[in-house]
């Protein structure tokens, strides 16, 4: 699907640290978004190439065509290498130039959870880190961008290990079937990954528990990294609890 950006949304911007996590781990919201006119730019900081199965040429193919599918642009940049990714201040500057150039209004990042692939917990920190450095004015290694400050940092879990167990997450409701065929198609891109476990049927399953815990068909959720802010009670919308 080809996006149709609209005026009034700014952009959303999703980093991820391997080709697959960002489809895998937040795939339905960026159709619904991209779906609604929201312009959606991936960010991928590793090709795979530590991965089990999938060359990084491969891999890097999947994840063109997988963006394509939900009407989201995407680069690549190298940081240290897939399995390798080290907290260093110079990525958080690498990754603050991006929001800089891009700037989003919002940011999604993977959780910070440890319990779950390395370069996934470090990269959502690198990402928490970079929001902050993009809208410093004054820092010298920036100088060439204006700074940008975003409204919102969320963080996505790319498994069921990385969803936080000491936070009540968001869940954006994906239940129109046109959302789940279009993200399903996304995530059957990466069809490498798929020769090591059914991880289609299981973010699916994933989104159906979280779906069927509020009553609706499917979710999937997103972690603030600071408190919402509301102009008045009438954004809030429903509630996941029917009392």
């Known amino acids: 699907m080809k996006p149709t950006p609209t005026a009034d949304l700014a952009p959303l911007l999703a980093f991820g640290a391997h080709p697959d996590d960002i489809e895998f781990g937040v795939g339905g919201v960026i159709a619904k978004e991209t779906r609604a006119g929201r312009p959606v730019h991936f960010v991928v900081c590793s ?3 530590a991965g089990t199965n999938g060359t990084p040429a491969q ?4 994840a063109k065509h997988a963006a394509k599918l939900l009407g989201a642009t995407i680069e690549f940049i190298t940081l240290d290498g897939d399995a390798q990714l080290e907290l260093e201040n110079a990525h958080a500057r690498t990754l603050a130039a991006i929001i800089r150039r891009i700037k989003p209004s ?59 167990t000491n936070a009540q997450p968001i869940l954006v409701d994906l239940s ?59 954004a809030l919308t429903r509630g996941a609890r029917k009392f």
């Open 47 to 49: 090709r795979g190439e």
């Open 59 to 62: 891999r890097t193919t999947e």
């Open 106 to 164: 919002l940011v999604l990042a993977p959780t910070t959870e440890q319990n779950q692939h390395p370069d996934h917990w470090r990269l959502g920190i690198l990402v928490r880190d970079a929001t902050r450095l993009a809208r410093y004015g004054g820092l010298a290694a920036l100088k060439k961008l204006s700074a940008h400050a975003i409204d919102q940092l969320l963080f996505y879990p790319v498994g069921p290990s990385a969803e936080p």
């Open 176 to 234: 129109a079937p046109e959302i789940i065929a279009q993200w399903t198609a996304a995530m059957e891109a990466h069809a490498s990954q798929l020769k090591t476990r059914n991880y289609v049927e299981l973010q699916l399953t994933r989104a159906r528990l979280h779906g069927l815990n509020v009553g609706i068909a499917y979710a999937q959720p997103l972690y603030p990294n600071d408190p919402l802010l509301v102009d008045s009670l009438s």
